[in-house]
């Protein structure tokens, strides 16, 4: 298949770029900026994916698109808003593919996402994903839950931290669940669906084996980098939620209201997603263990 996808250089789009080729794909992936690719297979078109006149020459003569695309946190002055990137990126790339003529279109969304979500990225992420199922194309969309593998932001944030001190705070009680995700396994999921037509016209959650509360899955990072169980000391939320909304606006404070309201939520699913794609996934401990030891 020759394959269209932005978000391509990210984090996930880098392991699904590898899962791809290894299937004998030929791939194009949305940049900002020019570039000459090196690896066979892989041509990089200059692009804004919120500007659907700066790709869709691009997508013409495709057998699929996927959108990778989306952000955690916005940063307005440069442009990086929910709206823009979540909602304008996905309008402009399903415009495109149905004015290119391209049927298969794959959707990045995520667990949590809802019509009534409180935060503004479950929010955005759900009126994107309208967007996707009120069109024409053959669409699946994936909901993954928190992704971790080699490269990922979170988890090495966090071994990061434990490298300098042994003390780890949490924000309330620190009881909340997550049910992480390897980011292989989402990458195989996504190369997957487009030979399996079943997939059409479904959202899949996805989810990994375990389901950690925040401190345990702090306790399992410290036993992969072989250090003992950091001390977390809890911090009420009365006093935490006022703190964050008041620097949230500043890019080197490390967490925004949006972010708390997600993780005090939990980001937990029953795993349905096996029964269609058939295999066993990555474990925590396992996969995180290959990239912190």
Request: proline letters at 4%; one cysteine or more; a positive charge.
């Amino acid at each position: 298949m020759k394959i269209f996808i932005a978000g391509g250089t990210g984090f996930v789009g880098g392991h699904l770029t590898t899962e791809l080729l290894k299937r004998g794909h030929e791939l194009i992936l949305l940049n900002h900026s020019h570039s000459d690719s090196k690896i066979k297979g892989v041509r990089y078109h200059a692009g804004d994916v919120a500007d659907a006149a700066s790709y869709l020459s691009a997508m013409k003569g495709c057998d699929a698109i996927i959108n990778l695309v989306g952000i955690i946190r916005e940063f307005p002055a440069r442009g990086i808003t929910f709206e823009r990137l979540h909602l304008n990126a996905t309008s402009s790339m399903v415009q495109s593919a149905q004015h290119a003529g391209v049927l298969r279109y794959l959707q990045m969304s995520a667990l949590g996402t809802r019509i009534d979500a409180v935060s503004m990225y479950h929010r955005t992420k759900w009126r994107a994903e309208e967007i996707v199922r009120s069109s024409s194309l053959a669409w699946t969309i994936f909901r993954p839950s928190l992704i971790f593998g080699p490269g990922d932001s979170f988890v090495n944030m966090l071994a990061g931290n434990l490298k300098l001190a042994p003390v780890m705070p949490t924000m309330g009680d620190g009881n909340y669940r997550l049910q992480p995700i390897h980011v292989t396994d989402t990458a195989r999921c996504f190369a997957d669906a487009l030979d399996m037509p079943e997939t059409i016209g479904k959202a899949y959650e996805l989810c990994g084996e375990d389901r950690l509360t925040y401190r345990e899955l702090l306790d399992a990072i410290s036993e992969a980098m072989g250090k003992s169980h950091p001390f977390k000391p809890a911090l009420p939320l009365s006093v935490m939620k006022p703190v964050i909304k008041a620097l949230e606006g500043f890019r080197v404070f490390p967490i925004t209201t949006d972010q708390l309201q997600m993780l005090l939520e939990e980001n937990i699913c029953n795993g349905c997603w096996r029964e269609t794609f058939n295999f066993q996934p990555i474990r925590f401990s396992d996969g995180i263990r290959g990239y912190l030891k």
